[in-house]
């Protein structure tokens, strides 16, 4: 089994959760519990710019934090090796439940719930339905990326379309089935 270590701690690796535009991330464990794990990757990206990644991570989840946005503790990071620790929030994606026909609208309450709270303070998150997680009918933003506010990149006009069985939705799955 391989293992990662981050300040002075190591841990399992379980499996290989996905890889994001800024990072590549893994359910690790240890003695007390499973975490994620987030390992920042340079690779290119068409559509985003980045800065510096791993302090981006880091200042986005003091900022959701204070907006209280529900999201995974940060447990730790090492700004040197890039990478960072987070709570394990086990439950199915968004995109699992859309996928599966099984999207409650209580779910799409609790985004604009959440929406409320980011538009009061100019800031959107990614949206997109791989990026929250439900656990005891509760949702969680797993990702810490956020941006300023602007309406193109809103919910209404951008995360929504992914949230349903649309064709956008429909277009996405049929290149990303579920396993």
């Known amino acids: 089994m391989d293992k990662i270590a981050i300040n002075n ?16 991330s893994y359910l690790v464990s240890d003695i007390n519990g499973q975490y994620v794990y987030k390992q920042i990757h340079h690779e290119p990206c068409d559509y985003y710019e980045f800065g510096n990644k791993i302090e981006s991570e880091i200042n986005d989840y003091h900022k959701l ?11 730790s990071y090492d700004i040197n090796k890039e990478c960072l620790l987070k709570e394990y929030i086990d439950g199915p994606t968004i995109y699992e439940l859309v996928y599966q026909d099984k999207m409650k609208e209580s779910y799409l309450e609790d985004i604009r719930k959440m929406c409320e709270l980011l538009y009061q ?35 209404e006009n951008w995360g929504s379309k992914y949230w349903t069985r649309s064709k956008e939705f429909l277009a996405y799955a049929k290149d990303h089935p579920i396993k």
């Not at 998150?125 to 933003?141: A, G, Q, S």
């Open 9 to 24: 701690m190591t841990y399992d690796i379980i499996t290989f959760l996905g890889k994001g535009k800024g990072g590549c």
């Open 65 to 75: 934090s204070l907006i209280g946005i529900r999201m995974p503790k940060l447990l």
């Open 121 to 155: 303070n100019a800031t959107n998150i990614d949206y997109f339905p791989t990026n929250f997680v439900v656990k005891n009918d509760l949702l969680y933003y797993i990702d810490y990326e956020c941006n300023d506010y602007m309406a193109e990149w809103n919910f």
